[in-house]
């Protein structure tokens, strides 16, 4: 009963941290893009503005739609992201539902929200809305290839370096893949660094990965029909969306923590590196998102397949290179 | 979804892909566009009607208003119409300030036309930046004129106000900043990898039918059409300048007449328009800048002429076309606008076809569509639309013209 | 490849061109804040300079006006329209006072050509840069000049 307990107000509390953290990453992203156009910017505040209005908004489902699918797909959309949220460690604190899911799961519950947009966007029955979700499939298929592949190859070098339990979690937070490789394999793991930087957009459909949305020919794409209360719960499932997919990448490549350096323990340890962890969150979303999205123009949806397939998996395939070279030179083949 | 079958995407009369209304319509395969069509009308205003009840120096500066980016086109090209007319001689200096104010005309346009390009690819941070370096042309314009926008320097017979000493300084400021700027403009549109992925090779507009479908401006130009009212029947200074029709050569590159080849033309058109300006502020002659100081006196050397001309110049996208009759009355009793865009607009079904969805957007911005000047004509009938035919409209016009002979 | 790397690179460390006129974030209301303006509590930040000649609202003397009309004559817009004030009492027997025509000019309509300004024969119509024109009443005192 305890337990039950403890696990929901625990999922409830890292909700709310969540999408807090998710709108304040926005604010960040939004003030910062402004600055490097030379413009002021919105508060940071004004995605909560944003969404609290949006909930104040009316909903329409157009006359076109499938009501209940259109409805119930932004619920999905926020469910399924908390629920990624539940088996990552944040910092020292260990997942809240422990060790019950690995990296792989969390690969495939960070395609529901995606799932979740495309069926509402053909629910929607409007012709944007379906060019819309089918860009997000096609752009789904593209950007998994070199995830997973980055995924699975860490925690392959990790098992050859006679790690128990690669594909958990918490051995990932407890053992840095940087400290088991060598030379050869940090380069590999730069690599690694550099394609999950170009995935994380990909996935959180900015730009130039954006075709999903593509607002001058969409019109906003997916959520071209969506307004009011359920778009309002559809921009909360991207802020946490968004803290999920980078923390994931954290964790994943850059698992430090700073309580050791300190050496500290307990709730105070616990505490620190919580706001050591999110740290890390900002600076990665602002060097994979933010100066991405604006550098760039739109890539075509046939170019964002290219890019992902050829390039990113070329580099992919070369990580791999490195990091099997560098386990049979470190000895552990 | 209902897979490969064909299905129609609108775009617009609102879609943001566009600046001003119009109707597009696609029919799509999968990401293709196999076909396209469009139907303007979405904006008209009335101004000839208005004009046909005001007296020529008040239409001056209404034609000021019938586009927001070419304010110096149109009542250029009416004012030259009238001064045939009423056969008024405007003096050097006046052409002089006409063709500079045009020319910064020309270049405050082409950047609002690639700020406009930029986004519709999604490259915000560009678009800001061709708006914010704009913003230089948009200055000196006001020094000049007195006013961002509606610039009303034009007046039958010359211009209303002078370049002065004083003026210069900011002028030639102006100019250097657009001088040094030029080289990073060049690169952030032209080398940027994915501007050219995707716009090299989109919406291919060749010479032949550039040719056939009367395309105009930096349209006709970037599929290596070398017609230039500039140059081919010099008016204002131009005759007095050495100038070539900017093709896209230039950049070094073949002719393509692609969307990218677009960009080349308008970019290099920029620094055209600098040195024109400055050549034309070196070599201002002195004198009056108009043919007569009284305004009163304009209008009534307007009330006795009587005849019919057509006034032309070349606007940013390309030739436009004012024509004018007057029988000795206080308004003219024809007023006929064609603006560039009319000329440009109905490649659109050609370039169109054949495109990525995604690419419809920039393809489409790609002529610089102006449509409240293009929209002339609207039918409506107690809210229902009509459609005419050629021959329909040709028999209308022989009617309107008998009327007008009588 | 990107030459927008650099070029956001270089703007991040600069500041922002934007001037934030009148103020740097949007007020609670905007009456408010001009109100606080006026007593002296809050600072407005001036809107970008516009040059000397720069043409905006119209200011008009009516004691140099005689009336000839010629303004409406070249107003594109229509809006200046005619006003007759009453015959004012004689002064003495010498004088035969007339009916005064005099112009009314709508701020609403007026597209700042400066038009009428060239042609008054009189000099009695000049403009000033004044651009904060915006109300909700287009009859309000400041949107008719008479
Ligand atoms: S400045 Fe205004 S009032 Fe004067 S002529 Fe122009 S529109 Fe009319
Ligand atoms: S303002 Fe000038 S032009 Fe107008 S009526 Fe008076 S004197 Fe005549």
Known sequence: MNIILSAVGGTVVLAILAIFVGLFLAGIDRRIVAHMQARMGPPLSQPFTDVKKLFAKQSIVPANAIPWLFNLMPVVALASSIAVLLYLPFGSLAPILGDAGDMILVLYLLIVPSLALVIGGFASGSPYATVGAQREMVSMIAYELPLAVSVIIIAWRLMVANVANPFSFTTLMETSVWDVVGPLGIVGLLILLILFAWITPGELSKVPFDTPEAETELAGGILVEYSGRNLGVFSLAQAVKTVAMIAFGVIILLPWNLSPVFGLTGAGAAAVDLVFFFVKVVIVSIFSVTVVRTMMARFRITQVVKVYWFIFGGLGIAAIILLMLDAFLMGGL | ?406 | MFPMLKEILVQSVKKPVTNLFPAARLPKTITGFLGKVGEGKAELIPPVETPAAMRGKLLYDRNLCNGCGLCMKVCPAHAIEQVVYPVPPAKDAEDKPRAQKRVRIYVGNCIFCGQCIDICPKGAISQSPDFLLATEDRFAESQIIE
Not at chain 2, 16 to 26: G, M, N
Not at chain 2, 251 to 276: H, L, P, W
Not at chain 2, 293 to 312: D, F, H, N, P
Request: charged share 25%.
């Open chain 2, 1 to 406: 979804m209902a897979g490969k079958a064909p299905y129609i995407v609108p775009v617009g009369p609102i879609h943001p892909a566009l600046k001003e209304p119009v109707h597009i319509e696609l029919t799509v395969v999968g990401e293709e566009v196999i076909s396209a069509d469009f139907t303007p009308g979405q904006t008209h205003r009335g101004i000839e009607w208005m004009g046909l009840s005001r007296n020529p120096v008040q239409i001056v500066h209404l034609t000021d208003r019938i586009c927001g980016i070419c304010g110096v086109t149109h009542s250029l090209s009416f004012a030259r119409a009238v001064e045939q007319i009423a056969d008024i001689t405007v003096p050097e200096r006046g052409d002089y300030v006409r063709t500079i104010i045009a020319e910064f005309e020309r270049i405050q346009s082409h950047l609002l036309w690639a700020g406009v390009a930029a986004h519709e690819l999604g490259f915000d941070t560009l678009f800001y930046l061709a708006w914010r370096v704009r913003e230089e042309a948009m200055d000196a314009i006001e020094v000049i004129t007195g006013n961002r926008v509606n610039y009303d320097i034009i007046q039958i017979g010359g211009t209303r106000r002078d370049i002065t000493e004083d003026q210069h300084a900011k002028i030639r400021k102006c100019l250097n900043t657009y001088k040094d700027l030029f080289a990073k403009l060049k690169k952030l549109f032209l080398e940027d990898a994915v501007i050219k992925s995707r716009c090299v090779g989109t919406g291919l507009l060749s010479f032949e039918t550039a040719m056939a479908y009367s395309a105009v401006g930096p349209t006709s130009r970037a599929s290596g059409v070398t017609a230039d009212l500039r140059v081919d029947y010099p008016y204002c200074a131009y005759g007095d300048l050495d100038i070539k029709p900017v093709i896209p050569t230039i950049y070094g590159s073949d002719v393509n007449g692609d969307t990218y080849d677009r960009i080349v033309v308008r970019i290099f058109e920029i620094a055209q328009s600098i040195e024109i300006i400055e050549t034309c502020l070196d070599n201002m002659p002195q004198g009056p800048v108009i043919w007569e100081e009284k305004v009163a006196k304009i209008l009534s050397a307007c009330k006795k002429a009587s005849g019919e001309a057509v006034g032309r110049h070349e606007a940013p996208r390309g030739e436009a076309v004012h024509y004018v009759v007057m029988d000795g009355a206080e308004a003219p009793i024809a007023w006929k606008v064609k603006a560039s865009s009319y000329s440009n607009l109905h490649v659109w079904p050609i370039i169109l076809k054949g495109a990525q969805l995604a690419d419809i957007p920039v393809i489409v911005a790609s002529v610089d569509p102006c449509l409240s000047c293009t929209d002339r004509v609207a039918v409506t009938d107690n809210g229902s639309t009509k459609i005419f035919t050629k021959e329909q409209l040709a028999k209308m016009s022989y009617e309107k013209s008998r009327r007008m002979m009588q």
